[in-house]
């Protein structure tokens, strides 16, 4: 079952603040974060796993509320790098395939 | 870091031909997945493969699809007869296992074109 992401696009200047969300109506194992820039493949962010965690590096971080079965990616302060597609991939449990929502596109310009 | 490679970058070829797409996973993964890209679209999956055989497949991977792990380091998907909506970027991805953390590398993708 895909999970759903929101918002679908959002626009911001340098220094600006993103929130992008995901949801899944299955229970999840754990959640996926990968960033495309155009014409290249998904780059690893990061992984949560059930548990609640909240995970993070640089200025992006995440998090994973397993009973609502949603994911949330916080950028702050965001530079031009963060332009991209960003997309979450659910497990429903461990060793089923990963599936991907349809992304959320960030644009930042200066 | 260790990479996934993929090989052509670029594919062109006629409605109804077969094509083969290869990929060398990382070396010591064990799980292997193919997904495709179409133009502008979510990553879709397409198939899982673990211990020389499919784990999981979609609704993609229809009997024009099959996927084959032909010696101790390729693994190939094959699309027998192409057709228009064939056209897309398709990405392999490795993982050595499902333990914490463990992510998926992807490779850089064959662009395959269908006319």
């Known amino acids: 079952q895909q999970p759903v992401q929101s918002p679908q696009a959002v626009i911001l200047r340098e220094g600006e603040d993103a929130v992008i969300n995901c949801s899944s109506s299955k229970a999840l194992y754990s959640v996926h974060w990968y960033r495309q820039k155009h014409g290249e493949a998904p780059v690893f962010l990061m992984i949560?796993?059930?548990?609640?965690e909240q995970k993070g590096h640089d200025k992006i971080s995440a998090s994973f509320n397993e009973k609502k079965q949603q994911s949330s990616l916080y950028l702050t302060a965001s530079q031009l790098s963060y332009s991209g597609t960003y997309f979450c991939g659910t497990e429903s449990q461990a060793g089923t395939a990963l599936i991907f929502g349809k992304g959320t596109t960030l644009s930042v310009s200066s | 870091e260790p990479e996934v490679t993929q090989t052509p970058s670029h594919q062109v070829t006629q409605m109804g031909q077969e094509v083969i797409l290869r990929c060398v996973p990382i070396s010591n993964h064990l799980y292997f997945y193919w997904y495709r890209q179409i133009l502008g679209q979510k990553v879709e999956f397409l198939v899982s493969f673990y211990n020389n055989e499919i784990s999981e497949k979609s609704e993609i991977f229809d009997d024009q699809f099959s996927v084959e792990r032909p010696d101790g380091s390729n693994f190939t998907l094959k699309i027998r007869s192409t057709k228009l909506e064939d056209s897309a970027m398709y990405f392999c991805?490795?993982?050595?296992?499902?333990?914490?953390?463990?992510?998926?590398?992807f490779g850089s993708g064959t662009q395959l074109s269908v006319l």
């Open positions: 991805a490795s993982r050595q296992g499902f333990a914490t953390n463990e992510k998926l590398f």
């Open positions: 949560l796993l059930k548990g609640g």
